[in-house]
Nanobody
Framework: VQLQASGGGLVQAGGSLRLSCVAS????????MGWFRQAPGKEREFVAA????????VYANSVKGRLTISRDNAKNTMYLQMNSLKPEDTAVYYC????????????????WGQGTQVTVSS
């Protein structure tokens, strides 16, 4: 599976962005997926995960109510709608495939995309 993330950019605090992650391969709909982020000098952290059907979703507490994960299996694409952005949301955002079972920890995920930079100015 190859993943291509896009949609990042520079936005003012309170603004919005929509990230997309396009996956290659015919088995996209079989995988649970997730978004992680990594800020400079910090460890990669969990943001959100979505089950293969889209019926199961979990968010990090820090993004609940502001970020929304979704997927379109017909388009092999996962999304992250980001609203009410804060400077602390600044990071490189990575999409990834869950290969180890439903989880919020990075070591259960494989096939990482290249990441897309999100910068939120105050």
């Amino acid at each position: 599976v190859q993943l291509q993330a896009s949609g990042g950019g520079l936005v003012q605090a309170g603004g919005s962005l929509r990230l997309s992650c396009v996956a290659s391969g015919r088995t996209f709909k079989s995988y649970d997926m997730g978004w992680f982020r990594q800020a400079p000098g910090k460890e990669r952290e969990f943001v959100a995960a979505i089950s293969s059907s889209g019926s199961g979703i979990v968010y990090a507490n820090s993004v609940k109510g502001r970020l929304t994960i979704s997927r379109d299996n017909a388009k092999n694409t996962m999304y992250l709608q980001m609203n009410s952005l804060k400077p602390e949301d600044t990071a490189v955002y990575y999409c990834t495939v869950n290969i180890g079972g439903w989880s919020t920890t990075a070591h259960e995920y494989g096939y990482w995309g290249q990441g897309t930079q999100v910068t939120v100015s105050s």
